[in-house]
């Protein structure tokens, strides 16, 4: 009943959020795209997504065929990744650094699975919380940066990974709690709680302060991520991070979150490459496996278009 084109198929759907950005990851026509999943549906007998959702929205039935994809893909993807190593013995380096700091609890799984698949890459990373890594990937002492801004520079060029929405967690008894949104002007008299980067490297103050022009009263740099709920939940501040790092503080009743103004903020999540290094197999790999992990373990994000 089902094959691997079909595994592909919701996969890029998933990761394309419709069929025409399905369709071009695929290198299929969009209705040649409709006609398989309509094939597959018909297999199947139920619907898999619904049609005009955006985000795409994916049914039960779907839900179950993704789930089968990321399992058997994943198998097929390590069978390949051995295979490759058996027949030209692909080695090399991989230096990644983070700007995303709260970015340690998915990728790890990531990293894990892929000194499995590739045992000849040299791998090691670096926070990136004392230097600005996006140089250093120019100056080749890097060789991959997960980062949330697209700074043109030469040589270098940035693979979408999903996006998320920056929220404000703060006290559940906090003054700010009951309300429905945050506006900027709300932060004026708050002490944010940050890592120890430079403001502007910051969502809260790239998407949602700098452009209102608000300072807050204060800024106090945490290097860990459950240090900075601490404080959070003991009033000692309010932090801004991505919607999926707070899931589980919020889940508990340590923090109260708040979306960030009445328009809803995503931010997009990039791997940042040099262009030089772009088409390597290793490099490739893993990409595929991170955007996996993403997906897989992450709650509230959605797929970033190329």
């Known amino acids: 009943m089902l094959e691997l084109k079909h595994l ?17 990851r695929l290198c299929m026509t969009q209705s040649a795209l409709s006609h398989q999943i309509k094939e597959l549906e018909s297999r199947v007998g139920a619907k898999l997504f619904v049609r005009k959702t955006k985000p795409l929205r994916f049914t039960m039935a779907g839900l179950r065929v993704l789930e089968l994809a990321d399992s058997v893909l994943a ?3 390590q069978t390949e990744a051995e295979l490759r190593r058996l027949v030209g013995g692909e080695a090399g380096r991989l230096y990644l650094a983070l700007e995303c700091h709260s970015c340690f609890n998915w990728l790890m799984p990531a990293i894990d699975q892929y000194r499995a ?14 230097f ?8 080749g002492e890097l060789d991959l940066v997960i980062t949330s801004t697209c700074d043109q520079l030469e040589g270098i060029q940035y693979q979408p990974l ?18 429905p949104v945050i506006e900027p002007a709300d932060l004026a008299n708050e002490t944010l709680i940050s890592y120890p980067v430079d403001s502007e490297r910051l969502d809260v103050f790239q998407l949602f302060l700098g452009p ?15 240090v900075m709920m601490q404080l959070v939940a003991s009033g000692r501040g309010v932090a801004v ?15 109260a979150v708040k979306p960030l103004g009445e328009q809803e903020l995503w931010q997009g999540l990039y791997a940042a490459v040099r262009s030089d290094d772009a088409e390597s197999p290793y490099i490739g790999a893993f990409l595929q496996i991170a955007k996996d992990s993403c ?12």
Not at 212 to 226: E, F, Q, S
């Open 8 to 24: 592909h198929s919701v996969r890029a759907l998933r990761e394309g959020g419709s069929l025409s950005e399905a369709a071009q």
């Open 75 to 77: 198998q097929v993807q």
């Open 117 to 130: 698949l590739w045992p000849d890459v040299e791998l090691d990373f670096s926070s990136g919380f004392s």
């Open 132 to 139: 600005e890594p996006l140089p250093e990937l120019q100056a």
């Open 162 to 179: 999903f996006s998320y929405m920056p929220m404000l967690a703060l006290a559940p008894d906090h003054s700010l709690a009951d309300k």
């Open 212 to 226: 209102a022009g608000i300072k807050p009263k204060a800024i106090r740099h945490v290097d860990m991520t459950l």
């Open 241 to 255: 991070l991505p919607n999926w790092a707070l899931v589980d503080y919020q889940a508990k009743g340590y923090v």
């Open 295 to 306: 997906f897989n373990l992450l709650q509230g994000i959605r797929p970033l278009s190329e």
